[in-house]
């Protein structure tokens, strides 16, 4: 069965750092381009950064360049999001998901292009 698990949200003061990880079962990571997203209240789902499957090509959301650094570990089959610096309108539910072309990656990095999704992990920056 595939899946994607996302973990590592919680509370967080401004300013404050973490990581969010999304570990793949029924399948192998590698094999797609995978994306991090996140969807605030009332708000649509955006793409927050997303990597190709070899690693060579990232994107980043203007909003969290700088301060959001998406990577892989291929041999625990995870895809991390490090998140630092992190302000109120950060505050949302994270997803990730794997890419429904597989390896193939434009650099579009919107959920439309993206299935099997996460359960999400929510990520609350509040002092």
């Known amino acids: 069965q595939v899946q994607l698990m996302e973990s590592g949200g919680g509370l967080v003061q401004p300013g404050g750092s973490l990581r969010l990880s999304c570990t793949a079962s029924?399948?192998?990571?590698?094999?797609?381009?995978i994306g991090w997203f996140r969807q605030a209240p009332g708000k649509e789902r955006e793409g927050v950064s997303c990597?190709?499957?070899?690693?060579?090509?990232?994107n980043y959301a203007d909003s969290v360049k700088g301060r959001f650094t998406i990577s892989r570990d291929t041999a625990k089959n995870t895809v991390y999001l490090e998140m630092e610096s992190l302000t109120p309108e950060d505050t949302a539910v994270y997803y990730c998901?794997?890419?429904?072309?597989?390896?193939?990656?434009?650099?579009?990095?919107?959920?439309?292009?993206?299935?099997?999704w996460g359960q999400g992990t929510q990520v609350t920056v509040s002092s």
């Open positions: 029924g399948f192998t990571l590698d094999d797609y381009t």
């Open positions: 998901a794997s890419s429904l072309w597989g390896r193939f990656y434009d650099g579009r990095c919107s959920p439309s292009r993206f299935g099997s």
């Open positions: 990597m190709s499957s070899g690693g060579d090509k990232e």
